[in-house]
C-alpha cells in the first residue's frame, strides 16, 4: 500500500514543523494543524505571522536583555523603581513570574540562560559582561542572583558571585525553603536543611 | 505596577494566538513562543508559512472530501483498490487511522464532522449528499460506518442508515467488542454484552 503516511505533502510538512516545537508529537501536531486547518483564513494568517511579526521585530532592552518593543524596557524606563537594586534571572519568563508576586521594585537584568557545559553553553553565551560593566560603574548597591536551584544555576551563581565579589556590591540569593502550603513530612532534607539554617524572626503578619 | 503582564504587544499577541489552539493554555503558550524566538528567523519562517500555506492551498479530494494536494486522492485514483466499497469516516485522521492497519483495500468517504446539535452541526454541514448521490449512481456495493461510538456517532450512523436504505447497498459497520488486550473484568457491560451478541466464529489463526 503506498500511501501509509500522510495524503497531503503540504500536512506533512506542516506537522513536522509543529512537532519541532518542545513537548508536541507528531499526534497533538496533527490535532493541531486540523484544527488550524478548519479556521478562517485569515485568522490562519494573523497566527503565522503573529509569530514571524515577533520573530523579526522583536527587540532586546539594550539595559537589562529583558524583551521589549523599544529601545528600553517599561521597568528600566520607569523612574519609580529602584535602579540601584539588580535582580539577575535566567529569562524573560522569570521576569514575569516575580513582577506578577508584586513584591519587588527593582530593576532586573536577563541573562538569556544559564551556565551549562553539558548543553554547550558557558558564560559568554550569556549576557553576563554587560552586568560586570555596570557593577564597574558604581551604580548598583545590590544584586539579588534569582536562579534555579539546580546545578547548572549554583554554577552560575558561582561564577557571577566570583566575578561581582571585588565590588563594593552586597550579593544576596533569593531564599530558599520550604514552601507555602508545603507539608515538612514531604519536604526533602537538603530543602528543611537550609530552611533551619536561614530560619527568620518570627513575624505574625505574614 | 503598570508591568503586570507581557513586556511586548508582540509577545502578547503570539502568546494570545497560540492559545488559541486545543489543549494550549498561557503558560505553555508562552514556553513555545520562547522556544520559537530562540530558533533562526529562516525557521520560524518557514513554520509559519508551513501552516499559512497548507491553509491557503489545501485541496479536498473532489470524490472522497479527503485533503489531498491533487484533485483526486491517492486513493481514490488507485485502480487496485476496491471502488465499490466505501468507509465513511468524520475526518481524515480516521482515514489515516484505517489506512495505518493495512486491512482496509477499498474507497473511503470523508464526512467533514459529525452530526452534533450541542455544537450545530446538522446533516447539511456535513458532506452528505455526495455520498447519496454517489449511492444514487448504483456503483457501490458495500457502505462501511466507521464512525465513533458516542451518541453523536450512532446518531449519524442512523441519520446515514436512513438515507441509503433505499438503495440496494450493503450497509456494514465496523465490529465493537473488546480491545485486544483489555482484560474482561474492566471491560464496560454494554461493550461485553454486544461482544457476546456478536460473537464471531473462533479463527487459530487471528
Known amino acids: ?13 506542516a506537522v513536522a514543523e509543529f512537532s519541532k516545537l518542545p513537548g508536541i508529537g507528531r499526534k497533538t501536531a496533527l490535532r493541531l ?51 540601584e537594586t539588580i535582580c539577575v534571572v535566567e529569562s524573560i ?3 514575569m513570574s516575580i513582577e506578577r508576586t508584586q513584591q519587588y521594585n527593582g530593576i532586573y537584568h536577563v541573562l538569556g540562560g544559564i551556565i551549562s557545559p553539558m548543553d554547550g553553553i558557558g558564560p559568554s553565551d550569556l549576557q553576563i559582561d554587560p552586568l560586570i560593566v555596570k557593577a ?13 536551584t539546580t546545578m547548572e544555576g549554583d554554577t552560575t551563581n558561582f561564577y557571577l558571585y566570583k566575578k561581582l ?23 526533602d532534607e ?15 503578619n505574614l
Request: proline share 3%.
Open 93 to 95: 519568563r522569570d521576569v
Open 33 to 83: 494543524v486540523l484544527h488550524l486547518l478548519n479556521q478562517p483564513k485569515e485568522d490562519v494568517h494573523k497566527f503565522g505571522s503573529s509569530i514571524t511579526q515577533l520573530r523579526d521585530e522583536i527587540k532586546h532592552c539594550s539595559s537589562c536583555y529583558n524583551i521589549s518593543d523599544t529601545e528600553i524596557c517599561d521597568i528600566c524606563a520607569n523612574p519609580k523603581r529602584d535602579h
Open 190 to 204: 537538603i530543602t528543611l536543611g537550609r530552611s533551619i539554617l536561614h530560619r527568620t524572626p518570627f513575624d505574625q
Open 136 to 148: 564597574n560603574e558604581g551604580k548598583m548597591k545590590e544584586v539579588i542572583l534569582a536562579l534555579s
Open 1 to 13: 500500500m503506498s500511501y501509509t503516511n500522510f495524503p497531503s505533502k503540504l500536512l506533512e510538512n
Open 165 to 187: 565579589n571585588k565590588f563594593n556590591i552586597n550579593i544576596t540569593t533569593i531564599a530558599r525553603g520550604v514552601s507555602i502550603g508545603d507539608e515538612l513530612e514531604y519536604t
